[in-house]
T-cell receptor
Framework: GQQVMQIPQYQHVQEGEDFTTYCNSS?????IQWYKQRPGGHPVFLIQ?????EVKKQKRLTFQFGEAKKNSSLHITATQTTDVGTYFC???????????FGAGTTVTVRA | DGGITQSPKYLFRKEGQNVTLSCEQN?????MYWYRQDPGQGLRLIYY???????QKGDIAEGYSVSREKKESFPLTVTSAQKNPTAFYLC???????????????FGPGTRLTVT
Protein backbone atom coordinates (compact mmCIF):
# COMPACT_ATOMS: atom_id res chain seq x y z
CA GLY A 1 0.00 0.00 0.00
CA GLN A 2 0.92 3.62 -0.23
CA GLN A 3 3.53 4.75 2.25
CA VAL A 4 4.88 8.17 3.07
CA MET A 5 8.42 8.28 4.38
CA GLN A 6 10.05 11.22 6.09
CA ILE A 7 13.72 11.95 6.68
CA PRO A 8 15.40 12.70 8.91
CA GLN A 9 13.51 11.42 11.94
CA TYR A 10 15.33 13.90 14.19
CA GLN A 11 16.85 17.25 13.36
CA HIS A 12 18.98 19.12 15.89
CA VAL A 13 19.54 22.66 14.71
CA GLN A 14 21.55 25.57 16.00
CA GLU A 15 19.38 28.65 16.35
CA GLY A 16 19.75 30.80 13.28
CA GLU A 17 20.70 27.95 10.96
CA ASP A 18 18.65 26.54 8.09
CA PHE A 19 17.46 22.98 7.63
CA THR A 20 15.33 20.87 5.33
CA THR A 21 13.10 17.88 5.97
CA TYR A 22 12.01 15.56 3.19
CA CYS A 23 8.92 13.54 2.45
CA ASN A 24 8.77 10.71 -0.11
CA SER A 25 5.82 8.70 -1.31
CA SER A 26 5.81 5.31 -3.00
CA UNK A 27 3.01 6.51 -5.28
CA UNK A 28 1.98 9.72 -6.99
CA UNK A 29 -0.01 12.00 -4.73
CA UNK A 30 -2.92 14.26 -5.66
CA UNK A 31 -1.70 16.64 -2.97
CA ILE A 32 0.61 16.78 0.01
CA GLN A 33 -0.23 18.31 3.34
CA TRP A 34 2.10 19.44 6.11
CA TYR A 35 1.27 19.59 9.79
CA LYS A 36 3.17 20.79 12.85
CA GLN A 37 2.83 19.32 16.31
CA ARG A 38 4.35 21.26 19.19
CA PRO A 39 5.61 19.25 22.17
CA GLY A 40 2.63 18.10 24.20
CA GLY A 41 0.23 19.42 21.58
CA HIS A 42 -1.76 18.19 18.64
CA PRO A 43 -1.06 18.39 14.89
CA VAL A 44 -2.00 21.67 13.27
CA PHE A 45 -2.38 22.05 9.53
CA LEU A 46 0.27 24.22 7.90
CA ILE A 47 -0.23 24.00 4.17
CA GLN A 48 -1.38 21.94 1.22
CA UNK A 49 0.43 21.64 -2.11
CA UNK A 50 -1.45 20.47 -5.15
CA UNK A 51 0.43 21.30 -8.34
CA UNK A 52 3.52 19.63 -9.70
CA UNK A 53 6.59 21.68 -8.81
CA GLU A 54 4.58 23.99 -6.59
CA VAL A 55 6.43 26.16 -4.10
CA LYS A 56 4.74 28.00 -1.27
CA LYS A 57 6.21 30.17 1.44
CA GLN A 58 5.04 31.00 4.91
CA LYS A 59 7.46 33.52 6.40
CA ARG A 60 10.63 31.47 7.04
CA LEU A 61 9.07 28.19 5.87
CA THR A 62 9.29 27.11 2.23
CA PHE A 63 7.29 24.11 1.04
CA GLN A 64 7.91 22.39 -2.27
CA PHE A 65 6.08 19.65 -4.16
CA GLY A 66 8.17 17.58 -6.53
CA GLU A 67 7.69 17.55 -10.28
CA ALA A 68 6.58 13.92 -10.19
CA LYS A 69 4.30 14.61 -7.20
CA LYS A 70 5.97 11.84 -5.23
CA ASN A 71 8.08 13.93 -2.91
CA SER A 72 7.99 17.15 -0.96
CA SER A 73 10.26 19.21 1.21
CA LEU A 74 10.03 21.75 3.99
CA HIS A 75 12.88 24.21 4.34
CA ILE A 76 13.15 26.47 7.36
CA THR A 77 15.52 29.40 7.31
CA ALA A 78 17.02 31.12 10.34
CA THR A 79 15.57 28.56 12.76
CA GLN A 80 14.03 29.94 15.94
CA THR A 81 13.02 28.29 19.19
CA THR A 82 9.40 28.63 18.08
CA ASP A 83 10.14 26.12 15.31
CA VAL A 84 10.55 23.32 17.84
CA GLY A 85 8.15 20.44 17.27
CA THR A 86 7.40 17.55 14.96
CA TYR A 87 6.60 18.20 11.33
CA PHE A 88 4.45 15.66 9.53
CA CYS A 89 3.72 15.33 5.87
CA UNK A 90 0.60 13.51 4.77
CA UNK A 91 -0.67 12.35 1.44
CA UNK A 92 -4.14 11.09 0.54
CA UNK A 93 -4.49 7.48 -0.42
CA UNK A 94 -5.71 6.97 -3.93
CA UNK A 95 -9.06 5.36 -3.27
CA UNK A 96 -10.48 6.57 0.00
CA UNK A 97 -10.66 9.42 2.42
CA UNK A 98 -7.65 8.46 4.44
CA UNK A 99 -4.47 10.43 4.83
CA UNK A 100 -1.22 8.52 5.04
CA PHE A 101 1.04 10.30 7.53
CA GLY A 102 4.79 10.13 7.59
CA ALA A 103 6.52 9.34 10.88
CA GLY A 104 7.50 12.98 11.26
CA THR A 105 10.69 14.96 11.72
CA THR A 106 11.23 16.08 15.30
CA VAL A 107 13.10 19.35 15.47
CA THR A 108 15.03 20.60 18.47
CA VAL A 109 16.81 23.93 18.56
CA ARG A 110 20.03 24.83 20.39
CA ALA A 111 20.07 28.41 21.55
CA ASP B 1 -15.38 29.11 19.12
CA GLY B 2 -15.45 26.29 16.61
CA GLY B 3 -13.28 23.29 17.14
CA ILE B 4 -12.85 19.77 18.38
CA THR B 5 -12.88 18.81 22.01
CA GLN B 6 -11.58 15.61 23.51
CA SER B 7 -11.96 14.51 27.07
CA PRO B 8 -10.38 13.72 29.33
CA LYS B 9 -6.86 14.96 28.62
CA TYR B 10 -5.31 12.21 30.74
CA LEU B 11 -6.88 8.85 31.52
CA PHE B 12 -5.64 6.01 33.65
CA ARG B 13 -7.14 2.54 33.61
CA LYS B 14 -6.39 -0.90 34.88
CA GLU B 15 -5.71 -3.66 32.42
CA GLY B 16 -8.83 -5.57 31.46
CA GLN B 17 -11.15 -2.57 31.61
CA ASN B 18 -12.86 -0.98 28.65
CA VAL B 19 -12.56 2.77 28.37
CA THR B 20 -14.37 5.29 26.17
CA LEU B 21 -12.72 8.43 24.85
CA SER B 22 -14.91 11.36 23.94
CA CYS B 23 -14.66 13.45 20.76
CA GLU B 24 -17.01 16.29 19.90
CA GLN B 25 -16.82 18.81 17.05
CA ASN B 26 -18.89 21.87 16.20
CA UNK B 27 -17.30 22.51 12.82
CA UNK B 28 -20.18 20.86 10.98
CA UNK B 29 -17.73 18.41 9.42
CA UNK B 30 -19.05 15.21 7.94
CA UNK B 31 -15.85 13.20 8.30
CA MET B 32 -14.31 12.25 11.61
CA TYR B 33 -11.25 10.16 12.43
CA TRP B 34 -9.46 8.49 15.30
CA TYR B 35 -5.69 8.18 15.30
CA ARG B 36 -3.23 6.61 17.62
CA GLN B 37 0.21 8.14 18.14
CA ASP B 38 3.14 6.31 19.67
CA PRO B 39 6.62 7.79 20.23
CA GLY B 40 8.70 7.87 17.06
CA GLN B 41 5.79 6.90 14.87
CA GLY B 42 3.39 8.83 12.76
CA LEU B 43 -0.35 8.90 13.14
CA ARG B 44 -2.01 5.58 12.60
CA LEU B 45 -5.66 5.49 11.65
CA ILE B 46 -7.95 3.47 13.89
CA TYR B 47 -11.42 4.24 12.54
CA TYR B 48 -13.07 6.85 10.41
CA UNK B 49 -16.59 7.93 9.61
CA UNK B 50 -18.00 9.88 6.70
CA UNK B 51 -21.61 10.01 7.78
CA UNK B 52 -23.84 9.37 10.77
CA UNK B 53 -24.39 5.70 11.57
CA UNK B 54 -21.57 4.62 9.28
CA UNK B 55 -17.89 4.06 9.94
CA GLN B 56 -14.97 2.07 8.53
CA LYS B 57 -11.97 0.37 10.02
CA GLY B 58 -8.62 1.99 9.61
CA ASP B 59 -5.23 0.33 9.71
CA ILE B 60 -5.22 -0.71 13.38
CA ALA B 61 -8.88 -1.23 14.33
CA GLU B 62 -8.41 -4.44 16.30
CA GLY B 63 -9.32 -3.95 19.96
CA TYR B 64 -11.22 -0.72 19.31
CA SER B 65 -14.83 0.18 18.59
CA VAL B 66 -16.62 3.38 17.64
CA SER B 67 -20.10 4.79 17.12
CA ARG B 68 -21.41 7.73 15.16
CA GLU B 69 -24.94 8.38 16.36
CA LYS B 70 -24.65 12.14 15.91
CA LYS B 71 -22.77 14.18 13.35
CA GLU B 72 -20.83 16.05 16.01
CA SER B 73 -19.81 13.08 18.14
CA PHE B 74 -17.48 10.14 17.47
CA PRO B 75 -16.55 8.31 20.69
CA LEU B 76 -13.85 5.65 20.71
CA THR B 77 -13.90 2.64 23.02
CA VAL B 78 -10.62 0.97 23.82
CA THR B 79 -11.52 -2.57 24.77
CA SER B 80 -9.66 -5.07 26.88
CA ALA B 81 -8.80 -6.88 23.65
CA GLN B 82 -6.38 -4.14 22.67
CA LYS B 83 -2.99 -5.53 23.60
CA ASN B 84 -1.04 -2.30 23.94
CA PRO B 85 -3.58 0.42 24.69
CA THR B 86 -1.23 2.94 26.30
CA ALA B 87 -0.86 5.73 23.74
CA PHE B 88 -1.84 9.24 22.75
CA TYR B 89 -5.22 9.24 20.98
CA LEU B 90 -6.14 11.99 18.57
CA CYS B 91 -9.53 12.73 17.07
CA UNK B 92 -9.82 14.75 13.88
CA UNK B 93 -12.48 15.98 11.49
CA UNK B 94 -12.63 17.35 8.00
CA UNK B 95 -14.96 18.53 5.29
CA UNK B 96 -16.18 15.74 3.06
CA UNK B 97 -17.25 17.55 -0.05
CA UNK B 98 -16.10 15.98 -3.25
CA UNK B 99 -13.20 14.21 -1.60
CA UNK B 100 -12.29 14.52 2.05
CA UNK B 101 -8.77 13.45 1.23
CA UNK B 102 -8.25 16.84 -0.30
CA UNK B 103 -9.24 18.78 2.78
CA UNK B 104 -7.20 19.58 5.83
CA UNK B 105 -7.91 17.76 9.03
CA UNK B 106 -8.58 19.57 12.28
CA PHE B 107 -7.31 17.79 15.35
CA GLY B 108 -8.52 17.79 18.91
CA PRO B 109 -6.11 18.23 21.83
CA GLY B 110 -5.83 14.47 22.35
CA THR B 111 -6.27 12.04 25.22
CA ARG B 112 -3.25 10.39 26.77
CA LEU B 113 -4.32 6.93 27.93
CA THR B 114 -2.23 4.92 30.35
CA VAL B 115 -3.19 1.34 31.11
CA THR B 116 -1.40 -0.53 33.90
Amino acid sequence: GQQVMQIPQYQHVQEGEDFTTYCNSSTTLSNIQWYKQRPGGHPVFLIQLVKSGEVKKQKRLTFQFGEAKKNSSLHITATQTTDVGTYFCAGPRSNDYKLSFGAGTTVTVRA
Amino acid sequence: DGGITQSPKYLFRKEGQNVTLSCEQNLNHDAMYWYRQDPGQGLRLIYYSQIVNDFQKGDIAEGYSVSREKKESFPLTVTSAQKNPTAFYLCASSTLGEGARDYEQYFGPGTRLTVT
